[in-house]
């Protein structure tokens, strides 16, 4: 079976500087994978989605994602952060089972 | 373009009393439906997704059940609620013709259960 470990349980970063959030997946075979977005009290929202193809995906809010398989890794990133991405956010992965499996999450803190 | 809808936002009840939270899909056919959880501090918990109207599967043996009475709604009962099942409760749907693909996540409930 699939699964997701997100490394970093909470991230600090200061308002415009770069963050990176980490994602390792288990899977067999190629995997499907995505990251989403969670605010405070609202649902999920889908940042980007990796099938095949590139390996670095532009996603919306800025936000980008590449797939390494020799690191089993598909890490995001986003050059300059905004207030307004203070969230938690989610690594998935998928298969070919109609269900997708979810990272614990990494909250994102940012500070002015 | 499509849409989900989860009532109610919010819900207070005691433990020990019956539970139904709707989630219905608009704009989409014969979607696949999931019911999560997601606890205080935690990742999200998948408790049942259904591929069609008789088809649903339980991820976690617990006092929760699924219906899904018509092709886009989606319901999530319980005869008697346990204070642990306290929690933020979210519903999703994907299309059905790809696997893997993405899901789309409804508002959410936040129950609390007293």
């Known amino acids: 079976a699939q699964s997701v470990t997100q490394p970093d349980i909470h991230i600090t970063v200061s308002e415009g500087a770069s963050l990176e959030l980490r994602c390792n997946y288990s899977?067999?075979?190629?995997?499907?994978l995505f990251w989403y977005v969670q605010s405070p009290g609202q649902g999920l929202q889908l940042l980007l989605k990796?099938?095949?193809?590139?390996?670095l995906v532009q996603g919306i809010k800025g936000f980008e994602a590449e797939f390494k398989r020799s690191q089993s890794s598909f890490n995001l990133r986003k050059p300059s952060v905004h207030w307004s991405d203070a969230a938690e956010y989610f690594c998935?992965?998928?298969?070919?089972?109609?269900?997708?499996?979810f990272g614990a999450g990494t909250t994102v803190t940012v500070r002015a | 373009s499509q849409t989900i809808h989860q009532w109610p936002a919010t819900l207070v009840q005691p433990v020990g009393s019956p539970l139904s939270l709707e989630c219905t899909v608009e704009?989409?056919?014969?979607?696949?439906l999931y019911w999560y959880r997601q606890a205080a501090g935690r990742g999200l918990q998948l408790l049942f997704y259904s591929i069609g109207i008789d088809q649903i599967s339980s991820e976690v043996p617990q006092n929760l059940s699924a219906s899904r009475p018509q092709d886009r709604q989606f319901i999530l009962s319980s005869k008697k609620l346990l204070l642990s099942d306290s929690g933020f409760y979210l519903c999703?749907?994907?299309?059905?013709?790809?696997?893997?693909?993405?899901?789309?996540f409804g508002p959410g409930t936040r129950l609390t259960v007293t």
């Open positions: 899977y067999g075979a190629t995997p499907y």
């Open positions: 998935a992965v998928g298969a070919n089972d109609y269900k997708l499996s």
């Open positions: 999703a749907w994907s299309l059905t013709d790809r696997d893997g693909d993405e899901q789309y």
């Open positions: 990796y099938f095949s193809g590139d390996t």
């Open positions: 704009g989409t056919s014969n979607p696949n």
